[in-house]
């Protein structure tokens, strides 16, 4: 298939895991990608890995100011854009006598600070028809107890997929949510579990959970993601496609 010929595509952490994977996958469905992250180091190896139909931007969707100036840079050199996969995430499980302010506040930073003023930022950049898809996770709709505060910036921003598609369908614009569950990403490495050890035993325990006794692969949810970007999804908006192995549903 061949979905994006002609098309480019905003891809926030665009560096690692879930977005460096769905920034492979419309480069090989024929389309451009402007990535971005905080890593220098991450975004240089993932800009010469993608090749040439890949820009790397670093921009912290924690500053507004970043975002202004990515989002300047695209209007200047690209003028509009055909997608935008707002995918750039943090997470941290903690019991919730243990959350701290910092955590609070970084988590709703990024996730959902930084997911809103991206795509209120990137409206204007959108061409009539482009589709935009929010990273939220199972996590907003399930009650485990370790993730009060990341399930909570996860649920916020799948509601944004329908105030957004109100707001902007008669433009033409849809926003929709996928939700991916447990998938093997480097997120896993990067909580407050860092020895190899326990970020194997929190996945063996995700995958144990799971209806399908395993994590998801990183394809599995970019197909999903592709197809939301895509016409192909064409008569879906304020939608929330789970990818999770049936965790939220059986
Ligand atoms: N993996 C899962 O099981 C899972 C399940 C449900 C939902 N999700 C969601 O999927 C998204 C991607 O996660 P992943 O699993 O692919 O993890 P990952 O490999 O750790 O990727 C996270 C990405 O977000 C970027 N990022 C984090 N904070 C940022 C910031 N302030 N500004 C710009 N970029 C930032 C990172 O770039 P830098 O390294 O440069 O900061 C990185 O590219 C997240 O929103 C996560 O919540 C993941």
Do not use: C
Not at 152 to 164: D, L, N
Request: glycine letters at 12%.
């Amino acid at each position: 298939m061949q979905r994006f010929t002609g098309k480019t595509v905003l891809v926030t952490g665009g560096n690692s895991g879930i977005g460096l994977a769905t920034a492979q996958r419309i480069i090989d469905e024929g389309g451009k990608v402007i990535i971005t992250g905080r890593d220098e180091a991450t975004l240089q190896q993932a800009e010469k890995s993608l090749g040439e139909n890949a820009e790397a931007v670093k921009a912290d969707v924690g500053k507004l100011a970043d975002i202004d100036r990515l989002m300047a840079h695209i209007g200047q050199k690209y003028r509009t854009i055909d997608g935008l996969f707002a995918n750039a995430g943090i997470a941290e499980f903690k019991p919730i006598d243990q959350v701290t302010e910092n955590d609070f506040d970084s988590m709703f930073d990024i996730n959902v600070k930084g997911v809103f003023f991206t795509l209120q930022k990137a409206i204007p950049l959108l061409a009539e028809g482009s589709a935009v898809v929010i990273n939220a996770s199972v996590a907003g709709s399930m009650g485990g107890g370790l993730s009060s505060v990341y399930g909570a910036t996860k649920a916020a921003v799948r509601s944004m997929a329908r105030t957004f598609s109100g707001a902007y369908v008669s433009r033409g614009l849809r926003f929709n949510a996928v939700s991916p569950g447990p998938i093997d990403t480097p997120i896993w490495g990067r909580m407050g579990n860092t020895t190899p050890e326990q970020v194997k035993k929190t996945k063996d325990g995700r995958a144990e959970m799971n209806p399908m006794k395993r994590m998801g692969t990183v394809d599995e949810v970019t197909a999903a993601i592709a197809f939301l970007l895509s016409p192909e999804s064409s008569y879906i908006l304020g939608a929330e496609l789970f990818v999770d192995g049936g965790v939220t549903q059986l």
